[in-house]
Every structure is written in structure tokens, then in C-alpha cells.
């Protein structure tokens, strides 16, 4: 008896700790007493009915009449007996059923909720984690410098440092306010536009950056495509698909950007001869702060918010990204957009 009392006091402390499951149990209460007070409302009329028509039916001949009424009220007795028993069997598997549909139903109505905080939770817990490594790098420059015992190059080296690590910062500040807007993006900041001509002007931007790391960007551009969506948001999305296929790339290798008209959309091609994705991260690419292993991490230098920014801008969109990737062979992203009006 005191372990199950132990048990219960454990389970009970745990459920007041997880705020999902004492939701859960508070509803599945109160659909349940709301179920019972109907059934006793609903019980207490039955049985009073039954037994005021029983006994406004009662009539008495004879002379015998006092025999006769004492049987017909041990009759009537035993008859409510029965009818309250049944009653009281009968509500109780009633809201037994109830409680346990009731605790179903309340976990499914929460389970949406429960997964939008789990991933915030996890969201915070990783963008703290990613903000503690900057920081410490230059608290502990600056500790460098006020202690005062560095040599100009040293001084220089640890400004550097610093200004790295506040640029990989405020990079992971816009990444993480564009996640957070996501959700109110509307499709007023649409219009018409050349998505040759702006991804044309993505790969010139990134072929100086391509030169330093000796990859080699092939064009494979269909010209006068155009679409209907955010120049902006698109623009960052290319910005980001071209710098990953550089930097997860080896040395002399190659990126092949193509576009080509489909019916009702445009399809996007990106791909690299890089160092590829394994089958088992693959299913986790689009995650946040997701980084595939300690290569990427190192090669890219970002947080692992790119592809979640880049899945978040095509579903704004109402396209479709898929990539596929062999590890050691290279990696491809495929992206479909419609172009959101009638081309001719």
C-alpha cells in the first residue's frame, strides 16, 4: 500500500511539472463532471417519474385491501431497488467511458498545442546554446585586452576575433527575426518579376566567392522566366542555396545552377560535387539549428538556420523543396515555384 501511495505522490508531482499533462487531466475533469451532473440530473427525473407513476396507479378493492397494499409496496420496494441499482450500474460504466474518452480526447486537442511548445522550447534551448560560443569569445577578448599585457598584433588579432563573432551574431539575429516573422508573411509583398535576371545576378555576386575556395559555377539559366512572389525573400533564398553548395563543396569542384520552365511553375536546380549528406541527417536537413556533422559545421561556420529559412521562403510561396544527396558524391536542391499568374 505505501508503494502505490508512493507512486501516485511521484506521478502526481510529475503531472503538476508537465503543464500539458495537468491540462489534460483538468479537461478530461471537467468533461467528465459535466457529463455526471446531466446523468444525475437526468437520473434523479427517471426514477422520480417511475415511482409517481407507480403509485398513482395503485388501486385497492376488497376488504382485503390492507394485505393487498402491503405486497404491492414490497412489489413497488423492490422495484425502485432494482431501478436505482441499475441506475447507479449503469452511470457508472457511463462516465468510467466518459473519464477515458475524455482523457483521449483531451490529449488530442492539446497535441498541437504540446508540439508547438516542445519545439520552442527547443528552439530557445539551441539559440541560447549558439549565442553562448560568440559571447565567451569576446568576453574573453575583451578580458584579454583590459588586462593589457598583449602586443599590438595580439590586439589586432583579438579585435578580429570579435568582429567575426559579432558578424555571425547579427547574421543569426536577421536569420532568427525572418523565422520569427514567418508566420505573418502575407501575399500583398508579391509582384511580378524577371527570376532569370535576379538568379543571373546571384551567381555574378557569388562567383568571386566561388574563385576564392577554386569552385567553379556552371550557368544553366533559361532567360525571361518570370514569377509572381518577394523579390527579397527569393534573392536571400538563392543567396543562401549557392553559398552552402560552395562552401559544402571540395576543393575544385563544381555547382551547377539551372532554371527551367514547367507547366505552371519554374524549376530550380542547385547542385554541387561536395562532400553530400548522410541518408540519417537527411531527414533532419530542414530542422533548426540542425548541422549534420562537425565538417559542415566548421566549413559553413552558420547556426544551421539557411535551410529552415529556405524551406520557410518556398511555402510562403507555395512551392515545393526537395534535396537529394549521396555522401561523398554531392548534393542536390530541387525547388518548384509557380509562377502565380497566366504566363504567355
Do not use: C
Not at 60 to 71: C, L, N, P, R
Not at 236 to 244: G, T
Request: proline letters at 1%.
Amino acid at each position: 500500500m505505501k508503494n502505490i501511495l508512493k507512486q501516485f505522490a511521484a506521478w502526481a508531482t510529475s503531472s503538476r511539472s508537465n503543464p500539458f499533462l495537468w491540462a489534460r487531466l483538468k479537461l478530461t475533469a471537467f468533461y467528465t463532471g459535466g457529463v455526471l451532473i446531466v446523468l444525475i440530473i437526468f437520473s434523479v427525473a427517471a426514477y422520480g417519474l417511475f415511482v409517481k407513476d407507480i403509485t398513482a396507479n395503485l388501486e385497492y378493492e376488497g376488504t382485503d385491501f390492507e394485505k393487498e397494499a402491503s405486497i404491492e409496496m414490497q412489489i413497488i420496494e423492490k422495484a425502485e431497488g432494482q431501478l436505482r441499482t441499475a441506475l447507479i450500474t449503469v452511470d457508472g460504466i457511463i462516465i468510467l467511458f466518459i473519464a477515458g474518452f475524455s482523457y483521449y480526447l483531451a490529449g488530442k486537442t492539446l497535441k498541437p498545442l504540446e508540439s508547438v511548445y516542445a519545439r520552442q522550447k527547443k528552439f530557445i534551448a539551441d539559440a541560447a546554446h549558439e549565442l553562448r560560443t560568440p559571447l565567451a569569445v569576446m568576453k574573453t577578448g575583451s578580458e584579454a585586452v583590459l588586462s593589457g599585457d598583449n602586443s599590438k598584433q595580439e590586439y589586432k588579432k583579438i579585435i578580429q576575433d570579435s568582429l567575426e563573432e559579432i558578424d555571425y551574431l547579427s547574421a543569426m539575429v536577421d536569420d532568427l527575426l525572418f523565422l520569427a516573422r514567418s508566420d505573418n508573411l502575407v501575399k500583398t509583398e508579391f509582384s511580378k518579376f524577371n527570376f532569370s535576371r535576379l538568379l543571373h545576378r546571384q551567381v555574378e555576386l557569388m562567383a568571386s566567392y566561388a574563385d576564392k575556395k577554386n569552385i567553379t559555377i556552371k550557368n544553366k539559366i533559361e532567360d525571361e522566366l518570370y514569377i509572381n512572389g518577394n523579390k527579397a525573400y527569393l534573392k536571400r533564398l538563392l543567396a543562401n542555396l549557392i553559398k552552402n553548395a560552395i562552401d559544402y563543396n571540395k576543393p575544385r569542384g563544381e555547382v551547377a545552377v539551372s532554371l527551367r520552365k514547367s507547366k505552371g511553375s519554374v524549376e530550380l536546380k542547385i547542385s554541387d560535387t561536395g562532400i553530400g549528406i548522410s541518408e540519417n541527417d537527411l531527414k533532419h536537413i530542414f530542422s533548426r539549428f540542425y548541422k549534420a556533422d562537425q565538417a559542415h559545421s566548421k566549413q559553413s561556420g552558420g547556426a544551421g538556420l539557411g535551410l529552415s529559412i529556405a524551406e520557410e521562403i518556398v511555402k510562403l510561396h507555395q512551392g515545393a523543396v526537395n534535396i537529394s544527396s549521396r555522401q561523398g558524391e554531392g548534393t542536390e536542391v530541387a525547388i518548384s515555384l509557380p509562377f502565380g499568374f497566366n504566363f504567355s
